[in-house]
């Protein structure tokens, strides 16, 4: 049976188990949900071994439980480790949701639910392929899959768990479906992920919040000043101003840069897209450099005081920020983290306390296009979509990648089926069923073209 056949016939079950996937809600960033987390791991080892695996095993670690699976083809024959990752992201902002986030809906053509694209609908890509090769008496090599539970937390768990089963992980090549593409009628392959480094800033003055009207003036503000120092971390220029920042960073070949000028991109559309007038960015570099060759710095998030309906005029004791750089292949994330404490806490004035606690972080990654499975994932593409992906860098972060290469030996081929309009980690998140059903398609064509 041809497969898109297979994928017709058998398309109502397919979703009725990704459904079934996205209902639990395994937010690894809240606690409250650590029972859902291993309720997501069994669930998914039941659906790997209803797809032909030999065995499926549900795993502890030090934090949330892996599950891995694998299907023995021949000794002799090449192994592919496919990843992926259970956990979702927190829902919240709910209120934003046009549907409730952990009950799936399919309208015009997409499902809509947390989850539906990252990375649950992109792991069902892979666990339904895998059943096709395996029904139809297709898969020529063996097969195993390791799913986490921590990945939009860092993976804080999965580097050891590498470690101490590097003879279980065992493979040629690492697939992984976590990744986007340029267009619905733009396939691309991932060739390199931006780094990433997270820190926790905390400034306090006072020692209690104070009347702003007796003290305002007087005594330095929290808030005020965690903005000043913020503002400090990246220049006119788009330039982060920390020292040392960009030594290891390796200047996007000519070559590259004319490949990436080459890529079709409407600047207007991006911005409408994301309802902005302008774009902003690092001087001399173009938008889509800016954002997957180029290192950045961000704020995710600051608070403080009174944020409550009403007014209160209070001086805070305290201000908060969470921030993250997103680095380059080269820059080293435990480098990075220190400079930048370093740097705060030398800006820092004495009329404050700053403590600044490094979260996760993971170093970047480039894939070799030359690889054979690069070249296998491209026929697949060009099969499913009907033409050739383009190579693309993407500014998104999987420290995880880079352990498998460091710690596995394994370079990994990102085959990823998302679209920037699929709302990942963001309220309305969805996935198109074309692109699900396409995506089935191109890795079986990756399983029938791949060779060692």
Same mark, same amino acid.
């Given at each position: 049976m041809e497969i898109k056949e297979y994928i017709q016939k058998n398309e109502a079950r397919f979703i009725d188990e990704l459904f079934s996937l996205?209902?639990?809600?395994? %937010?690894?960033?809240?606690? #409250?949900?650590?029972?859902?987390? &291993?309720?997501?791991?069994?669930?998914?080892?039941?659906? &790997?071994?209803?797809? +032909?695996?030999?065995?499926?095993?549900?795993?502890?670690?030090?934090?949330?439980p892996l599950v891995y699976a694998e299907k023995h083809i021949s000794d002799n024959a090449p192994t592919i480790l496919v990843y992926a990752h259970y956990? %979702?992201?927190?829902?919240?902002p709910l209120e934003l949701w046009k549907s409730r986030p952990f009950e799936p809906e399919i309208r015009d053509g997409h499902i809509w639910a947390r989850g539906a694209d990252d990375d649950k609908g992109q792991a069902m890509i892979q666990a339904k392929a895998f059943e096709y090769m395996v029904k139809e008496g297709l898969l020529t090599h063996n097969m195993k899959f390791i799913f986490e539970g921590e990945e939009e937390i860092g993976s804080p768990s999965l580097n050891a768990f590498l470690k101490e089963h590097k003879e279980l992980l065992k493979a040629d090549i690492i697939l992984v479906s976590d990744t986007s593409m340029l267009g619905a009628d733009l396939p691309s392959l991932t060739t390199g992920l931006r780094g990433l480094?997270?820190?926790?800033?905390?400034? !306090?003055?006072?020692?209690?919040d104070l009347h702003s009207g007796h003290f305002g003036g007087a005594v330095a503000n929290p808030i005020n000043t965690l903005c000043s120092l913020l503002a400090q971390v990246v220049?006119?220029?788009?330039?982060? !101003?920390?020292?040392?920042?960009?030594?290891?960073?390796?200047e996007v070949p000519a070559a590259e840069r004319e490949m990436i000028a080459n890529i079709p991109f409407d600047e207007k559309k991006y911005m409408e897209a994301i309802g902005v007038k302008a774009l902003k960015g690092e001087?001399?570099?173009? !938008?889509?450099?800016?954002?997957?060759?180029?290192?950045?710095?961000?704020?995710?998030?600051?608070?403080?005081?009174?944020?409550? #309906?009403?007014?209160? !005029? %209070?001086?805070?004791?305290?201000?908060?920020?969470k921030v993250s750089c997103r680095l380059?292949?080269? #820059?080293?994330?435990?480098?990075?983290?220190? &400079?930048?404490?370093?740097?705060?806490?030398?800006?820092?004035?004495e009329?404050? #306390?700053?403590? %600044?606690?490094?979260?996760?972080?993971?170093? +970047?990654?480039?894939?070799?296009?030359?690889?054979?499975?690069?070249?296998a994932a491209e026929k697949g593409f060009e099969k499913a979509f009907g033409k050739k992906p383009l190579a693309v860098r993407r500014g998104g972060s999987i420290p995880i990648i880079s352990d498998f290469e460091q710690i596995l030996g394994i370079k990994t081929i990102l085959m990823g089926f998302g679209l920037e309009s699929d709302a990942i980690h963001s309220p309305n998140e969805n996935f198109s069923l074309d692109i699900f059903r396409k995506g089935i398609e191109a890795v079986v064509e990756f399983h029938k073209q791949y060779h060692k």
């Open positions: 996205i209902r639990i809600p395994s %937010v690894s960033a809240l606690p #409250q949900h650590k029972d859902d987390m &291993l309720a997501c791991a069994e669930r998914w080892k039941q659906l &790997l071994l209803e797809a +032909g695996a030999d065995k499926a095993v549900v795993m502890p670690s030090n934090g949330n956990d %979702v992201m927190p829902a919240e480094a997270y820190w926790e800033i905390e400034v !306090t003055g006072p020692n209690r220049d006119e220029d788009g330039r982060i !101003t920390i020292p040392y920042f960009y030594d290891d960073v390796e001087k001399g570099y173009s !938008t889509l450099e800016r954002n997957s060759c180029r290192p950045s710095f961000d704020i995710c998030g600051i608070w403080g005081g009174y944020t409550g #309906q009403g007014t209160k !005029t %209070v001086l805070p004791s305290k201000a908060y920020a380059v292949p080269h #820059q080293n994330h435990e480098k990075i983290s220190r &400079l930048f404490v370093d740097y705060i806490r030398n800006i820092a004035p009329y404050v #306390q700053v403590k %600044v606690t490094p979260m996760h972080g993971g170093e +970047g990654y480039v894939c070799p296009i030359s690889l054979p499975a690069y070249k």
